[in-house]
T-cell receptor, first 113, second 112 residues
Framework: EAGVVQSPRYKIIEKKQPVAFWCNPISGHNTLYWYRQNLGQGPELLIRYENEEAVDDSQLPKDRFSAERLKGVDSTLKIQPAELGDSAVYLC???????????FGSGTRLTVV | AQSVTQLGSHVSVSEGALVLLRCNYSSSVPPYLFWYVQYPNQGLQLLLKYTTGATLVKGINGFEAEFKKSETSFHLTKPSAHMSDAAEYFCAVTGAGTALIFGKGTTLSVSS
């Protein structure tokens, strides 16, 4: 079984530029999460999807961040425009079956210069 | 509301020594508790989890943790450290209908 797939693995952009991250969850997992992990910190939730519905986006900075999960499978997280403080690792995770088994992808390391 | 506190941002042990990483949680609902490990430039790997049932949970790589409700703790232990255990460890909590909430992490260093 393939795990959670994220791309790209690394991204370097200049500030004020847009950037997008892609996540393909484990097949059959209805719940998808985007987390942000700053250097030396634990991951922090940005948004949680149940199928295609965003059920918790209270921590998503909506002025510059957006996310979508079309057809309840793949998801895209976008930042526009990026700021220096957005440099972090963006992790995607999925879960399903009610056993609280979260599986994380390898993450996208974003560097804003 | 839920939260996790990991005591000690950095723990150093000698190879073969006991590993003890401390985690205390706060939760208004019955908690589900997790320990994850993260190696440099990699994602999070589940070590073990407590949902219900036996309070002593065994995980991968010889790690185990005990859920103590009276102490609101879920400390991670391993009897004998190995060099390959050096990594970042995260404790996390969730409950019904909520997402995982992580602690700030503990860096484990193992010296020979």
């Amino acid at each position: 079984e393939a795990g959670v797939v994220q791309s790209p693995r690394y991204k370097i952009i200049e500030k004020k530029q847009p950037v997008a991250f892609w996540c393909n969850p484990i097949s059959g997992h209805n719940t998808l999460y985007w987390y942000r992990q700053n250097l030396g910190q634990g991951p922090e939730l940005l948004i949680r999807y149940e199928n295609e519905e965003a059920v918790d986006d209270s921590q998503l900075p909506k002025d510059r961040f957006s996310a979508e999960r079309l057809k309840g499978v793949d998801s895209t997280l976008k930042i526009q425009p990026a700021e220096l403080g957005d440099s972090a690792v963006y992790l995607c995770a999925s879960s399903g079956g009610g056993n609280y088994g979260y599986t994380f992808g390898s993450g996208t390391r974003l560097t804003v210069v | 509301a839920q939260s996790v506190t990991q005591l000690g941002s950095h723990v150093s042990v000698s190879e073969g020594a006991l590993v003890l990483l401390r985690c205390n949680y706060s939760s208004s609902v019955p908690p589900y508790l997790f320990w994850y490990v993260q190696y440099p430039n990699q994602g999070l790997q589940l070590l073990l989890k407590y949902t219900t049932g036996a309070t002593l949970v065994k995980g991968i790589n010889g790690f185990e943790a005990e859920f103590k409700k009276s102490e609101t703790s879920f400390h991670l232990t391993k009897p004998s450290a190995h060099m390959s255990d050096a990594a970042e460890y995260f404790c996390a909590v969730t409950g019904a209908g909520t997402a995982l909430i992580f602690g700030k992490g503990t860096t484990l260093s193992v010296s020979s």
